[in-house]
């Protein structure tokens, strides 16, 4: 099974949301079915085949996450981090401003679904093959 440091060498070369889908397709091969990252500390859930799951540790600083989300705001906060104009710390940033509070990632459909704190779907996005 995959490793936290495994999953960390590979985030290390994701400097932006451009990154992303190669990071995706790291991961992958790594053994990660799936994962799950909470916007208001910073931790993310990964998981494996046969129930495996390991979790990254909590940031100390917290985010607050907007009561109500912002759908038309979060799209282009998120389309701006996928051309590479904001890093990773200011995407989740603006998450908790939009009102995300997390984002599930799926490995067998290869998508990413971002959520509000009442747990709907806000976007589903296809990440690029």
Known sequence: MFTLAQIKEKHSK???GADFPAYIHDIKKLGVTSYETF???GHTDYHGSKDYTIATVS???RLSIA???NAEQFKADLKA????KTDYATFCQDCAKSGIE????????????????AGNEVL?????Q
């Open 124 to 128: 589903v996005e296809q990440i690029p």
């Open 102 to 117: 997390k984002w599930i990632v799926s490995m067998d459909n290869m998508t990413c679904a971002y959520y509000d704190r």
């Open 81 to 84: 981090h996928q051309q590479g």
């Open 67 to 69: 009561e109500v989300s």
């Open 14 to 16: 994701v400097k932006s």
């Open 59 to 61: 940031k100390p600083e």
């Open 39 to 41: 916007v208001t500390d």
